[in-house]
């Protein structure tokens, strides 16, 4: 059997999601210098005071203004980050078994076990019409 996540290895994990967060938000910030938008960069202000509500919001509204990659990943690391503050960081959200140390330590932002993650790409791949 995997060895399951420690409390000490929690917290490093979110250390470095953490970290990845602001690194990614400098990022989007850098990417919106280029676009026109001035009036987003002070969206990305207000998002670091107000916290995780507002950030959904802003990204909806900047989806089209930012690169795809770095929205997806962000909002992986915003869930994770969710998950350790409620407590149900590394138990998987389809089958609530616990997600292998190993596998967390690779992808601090897995959601769901091997197993469930392999799953769910099969009957969503696309994300076409998949509503259960
Ligand atoms: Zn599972």
Not at 7 to 35: N, T, V
Not at 101 to 129: F, N, V, Y
């Amino acid at each position: 059997m995997s060895e399951e996540l420690s409390p000490r290895q929690q917290d490093a994990l979110e250390a470095r999601l953490a970290e990845r967060r602001d690194a990614l938000i400098g990022e989007i910030e850098q990417e919106m210098e280029h676009s026109r938008h001035s009036s987003m960069e002070e969206l990305v202000g207000l998002v670091r005071d107000t916290g995780d509500e507002s950030l959904a919001d802003l990204i909806s509204s900047l989806d089209s203004a930012i690169a795809n990659h770095h929205l997806d990943e962000l909002r992986d690391v915003e869930a994770a980050l969710r998950r350790i503050k409620l407590g149900r960081y590394g138990y998987c959200g389809d089958c609530g078994e616990p997600i292998p140390a190993e596998r967390l330590q690779s992808i601090p932002t897995a959601g769901r076990c091997i197993a469930c993650q392999d799953h769910h790409e099969r009957t969503h791949a696309g994300r076409r019409g998949a509503s259960l």
